[in-house]
């Protein structure tokens, strides 16, 4: 018999392994008495064999009722012990925390409630075992059994009460601990977890905003956890922690504390739980204001997150990223958070004055870093982001001037994108940043090459068509419309391709006629015979609207330059030109009948003070084929005052009368007008037209015309004027008609005599070329070159006056249109 069995009656120690509880509890009592009397004796020797006997035979026994009788009298021993000591713990509460895997319910309640008797025996000398308890309560604060949690609370209870008493708890070798169990997602766990940081928070003897980094982003991730209740505890104990963040001076946290912290909300931020987000939002607008020097590294990742999270469908969320965005824009003011004037924090750097020097904590920030967010954002499909993006471009060229010049490269690209945004409020704000970008030194010009760049190609002629108009309107309203047509102009004089300048100077040609914002300018060419300024803008202007005939016969009319518009018109004879000229005049006429040209039809009811007008008009008769136009412009001229013509006709001599007086009296007119040198105009203008028909030429050459039917009183002809800028001369339109040979045919004729039958000659033709050419495409039928068999009639998209034949389809502004603008 050994010395345990000597100190424990075998009646004892079968009452510990007993079934019934009460047994065991007697034996407890044996126990715990045994303890104390070994205890007042010092017999420490005999009180370690005693609990080894416990834990060796009944602890680790196979028998569940023997386990339970061992942590009965192992809680015992601890209160027989009254003050165990370290020693005492380390040999009975090892044994007492291996059962709380048990795989008995009963066996776990029982370690609990074990330790818990320890734990309230031992107090101080306990918190030695604080992570090992803290492991076995996290396992089981989520068990299946509700007794076993019971219990753990109970046990939990007082461990946080003796963590609260114990100053010399090294809580930091726990904070690992608890970030990785952070992590879980068990609502038990994750309620037990939160539940200790705000413990923890609550001691005076521990500053948990020095761990908070290590904690926040798994606080932050229980504010998607379904159980409301979990996400209200977590929500409050962030607030909590953000308040003692306010209340704390920067000085006095750790130099990378926001810095650790931001990084983990910018992750956060982009979550998909809307409550997170908001949260995350909150704290990083709350950092801006609170220490702007500490996350200046941050700025761009901040703005990124607030940006994207603008256009939110969630108003707080919105309201957030709002009031977050304000905080940013205004981080150029004011002091640093610990009291150091921003040029001296920055070492100088903001020291400079002037747009170009960055001022405040922008001095500090990476300017390339912020240029491609917003870039980035900048080519967001949200309304919302799109807009705040073209807010801080346009207030980094304020503040920061120098520094966004150096990626204007990088910017300019989503910033012309932002053009053809549907949204009319992003297209706005665009212009007015890419007006703000022109008014920067030595911008100007770059910046409108960059935008007629985009009207080049497939794409660039629907944005053309799509709103082209308007935007050069607008750009006009914000940098003046004489600067921009002047520049843009100059620019297109130097462009390679002659159509896509010929294309552009008649979208700006209509501009200038029919926009309200260049009213003024209009005005200033209609009096430029007497005005100085006039008369520059005009000369200005000629030389890049030579590459458009038509656009340059208006603006002649406009200027009221008649005598050098009828110039022009001759000029037609011995230059080459072909279907493009037809398409350009037909249009023409029909933007004479608009009310940009009011003043020149009422200039018709005085030929005698505007003799070269009547000639010029006839002129551009006389180019027309027997078409819609050509009847428009004849039944105009018809409404020319008699008297007055015949008048001017008598004044002539008696041989001149009836209609010949018509042609006579313009023959016999005043000198030229000598208010600019409109002969070298004019040679200009034959130098472009011949480089233009130079360069189509070697591009293209032109097939032969080819006579390939009959049709009516006309012969019809092949000519290739579809796809490219046609060659044929006056002589090839003097009365016959013409198609094409291409596969994209066009019909270019003038309607023959009726036929015997009385039906109109337009059928004949268009049944014989049926028979005789292949039908045109749709893609052929829709080119901009393509005239119908009345050259009056064009397909709905074919709109714009002065788009040249090689050009794509579609039209940029309805003639109804041109008809209702203001003058």
């Not at 004796?41 to 009180?47: F, K, S």
């Not at 080049?456 to 419309?481: D, I, M, V």
Request: net charge negative.
């Amino acid at each position: 018999m050994g010395v345990t069995d000597e100190l424990l009656p075998a009646a004892v120690l079968r009452q510990i392994g007993d079934k019934l509880y009460e047994k065991r509890k007697v034996a407890a009592l044996e126990v715990e008495q045994l303890i104390k009397r070994l205890a007042a004796q010092n017999d420490q020797h005999r009180i370690r064999l005693t609990v080894d006997k416990l834990i060796s035979d009944y602890a680790f026994s196979s028998q569940a009722n023997h386990r339970k009788g061992a942590l009965l009298c192992l809680a015992a021993s601890a209160v027989g012990l009254g003050d165990p000591t370290e020693v005492h713990l380390r040999q009975i509460v090892p044994p007492v925390l291996a059962s709380f895997t048990d795989q008995d319910a009963r066996v776990r309640y029982y370690a609990c409630e074990a330790l818990y008797n320890i734990a309230k025996v031992a107090r101080g000398t306990f918190i030695l075992f604080f992570n090992e308890v803290f492991d076995a309560m996290f396992r089981l604060c989520a068990d299946s059994e509700a007794n076993v949690q019971n219990a753990v609370q109970f046990l939990d209870a007082l461990i946080k009460d003796i963590a609260a008493d114990c100053t010399h708890w090294d809580v930091g070798a726990f904070i690992p601990k608890l970030r990785d169990y952070l992590r879980v997602t068990n609502p038990h766990k994750r309620q037990f977890l939160l539940s200790w940081v705000v413990v923890l928070d609550s001691l005076p003897h521990v500053r948990m905003l020095r761990h908070l980094p290590a904690l926040l982003d798994g606080l932050l991730s229980m504010l998607a956890e379904p159980v409301r209740e979990v996400r209200t505890q977590a929500a409050n104990c962030l607030k909590d922690f953000l308040s003692e963040i306010r209340a704390t001076p920067p000085s006095e946290l750790a130099p990378d504390f926001f810095s650790r912290l931001t990084t983990t909300l910018v992750d956060r931020a982009g979550s998909p739980d809307e409550l997170t987000r908001l949260t995350a939002i909150h704290w990083l607008r709350s950092f801006v204001e609170l220490a702007p020097r500490r996350i200046h590294g941050h700025v761009p990742a901040i703005l990124g997150v607030v940006l994207y999270n603008i256009s939110s469908h969630n108003p707080d969320i919105q309201r957030e990223c709002q009031e977050a965005n304000a905080a940013l824009l205004r981080l150029e003011v004011g002091v640093c958070d610990d009291g150091v004037q921003p040029d001296t924090a920055a070492g100088g750097a903001a020291a400079g004055s002037g747009a170009g020097a960055p001022r405040g904590i922008i001095s500090s920030i990476d300017m390339a870093a912020i240029l491609g967010t917003v870039i980035l954002e900048m080519r967001s499909e949200m309304e919302a982001t799109r807009l705040e993006a073209l807010r801080w471009l346009h207030f980094l060229l304020a503040r920061a001037q120098d520094l966004v010049l150096e990626q204007v490269g990088r910017l300019l690209p989503p910033l012309l994108d932002s053009l053809s945004a549907p949204s009319d409020a992003v297209v706005t704000s665009a212009l007015g940043v890419l007006a703000a970008l022109a008014d920067c030194p030595g911008q100007f010009s770059p910046v409108l090459v960059a935008l007629l760049d985009r009207f080049r190609g497939e794409a660039g002629f629907a944005l053309l068509q799509r709103s082209g108009s308007s935007l050069l309107r607008r750009l006009c309203s914000h940098l003046g419309a004489a600067a921009v047509l002047t520049e843009l102009g100059a620019i297109l004089q130097r462009d390679a391709d002659m159509g896509f300048a010929a294309t552009m100077v008649s979208v700006l040609n209509l501009i200038l006629l029919t926009g309200p914002e260049l009213a003024e300018l209009r005005d200033q060419l209609r009096r430029a015979a007497n005005d100085p300024a006039g008369a520059r803008l005009f000369s200005v202007l000629y030389p890049s609207w030579c590459y458009s005939a038509g656009a340059l016969l208006s603006l002649c009319f406009v200027a009221q330059a008649y005598d050098h518009a009828v110039d022009i018109v001759h000029a037609f004879a011995d230059l080459p030109f072909g279907a493009e000229l037809l398409v350009q005049v037909d249009r023409l006429v029909a933007l004479l009948e608009t009310p940009c040209f009011t003043f020149l039809r009422l200039q018709l009811l005085e030929p005698r003070k505007h003799p070269s007008l009547l000639r010029a008009l006839y002129g551009l008769l006389m180019l027309l084929p027997q078409c819609n136009a050509f009847r428009m412009l004849n039944t105009r001229l018809q409404a020319v005052p008699t008297l007055e013509l015949l008048q001017l006709g008598a004044s002539l001599g008696p041989a001149v009368s009836g209609a010949g007086a018509r042609i006579l009296t313009v023959a016999e007119e005043p000198p030229a007008s000598t208010w600019t040198d409109f002969n070298a105009l004019l040679a200009v203008f034959r130098a472009a037209q011949l480089r233009q028909y130079e360069a189509y030429t070697i591009q293209r050459q032109p097939p032969p015309l080819m006579p390939i039917g009959a049709a009516g009183a006309g012969v019809l002809f092949a000519a290739g004027v579809a796809d490219r800028p046609s060659t044929l001369s006056t002589a090839d339109v003097r009365g016959a008609p013409f198609v094409t040979s291409s596969q994209k045919q066009v019909v270019l004729a003038v309607e023959p005599e009726p036929s015997a039958g009385g039906q109109g000659g337009r059928e004949d033709v268009q049944q014989a070329m049926q028979q005789v050419v292949p039908q045109p495409s749709q893609d052929a039928a829709a080119e901009k070159g393509a005239l119908a068999a009345d050259l009056g009639h064009t397909p709905a998209g074919d709109v714009n006056p002065f788009l040249s034949s090689h050009q794509p389809a579609g039209g940029l502004l309805q003639p109804t249109a041109l008809a209702g603008s203001q003058n």
